[in-house]
Nanobody, 122 residues
Framework: VQLQASGGGLVQAGGSLRLSCAAS????????MGWFRQAPGKEREFVATISHSGTTYYTDSVKGRFTISRDNAKNTVYLQMNSLNSEDTAVYYC?????????????????WGQGTQVTVSS
């Protein structure tokens, strides 16, 4: 299983970015996916997750600003990030479970992408 994350970059506060994560090596539609992030000096934290059927959950700090979605035809999961602020600066990782259901703990995920840097300037 390979996960390739892309779409990170430098953006001004209040701006938007869309992250993509292309999956290969397994039946994409059968598994939940998630996005996590890790800021310098901090632990990796949950951002958003989506089940195989499209049920979504978000951490409180991104609710109303971020949207996770999946395109099963393209084997890709997305994270649309709006109204970005400096606290969103981190390396963002996509991950895949060996399970249909969405989950919030990093330990629930079996496969991880390489990460993509998001930097929000104030």
């Amino acid at each position: 299983v390979q996960l390739q994350a892309s779409g990170g970059g430098l953006v001004q506060a209040g701006g938007s970015l869309r992250l993509s994560c292309a999956a290969s090596g397994r039946t994409f539609t059968s598994y939940a996916m998630g996005w996590f992030r890790q800021a310098p000096g901090k632990e990796r934290e949950f951002v958003a997750t989506i089940s195989h059927s499209g049920t979504t959950y978000y951490t409180d700090s991104v609710k109303g600003r971020f949207t996770i979605s999946r395109d099963n035809a393209k084997n890709t999961v997305y994270l649309q990030m709006n109204s970005l602020n400096s606290e969103d600066t981190a390396v963002y990782y996509c991950a895949s479970r060996n399970n249909l259901a969405a989950a919030k703990a990093p330990s629930d995920y079996a496969y991880w992408g390489q990460g993509t840097q998001v930097t929000v300037s104030s």
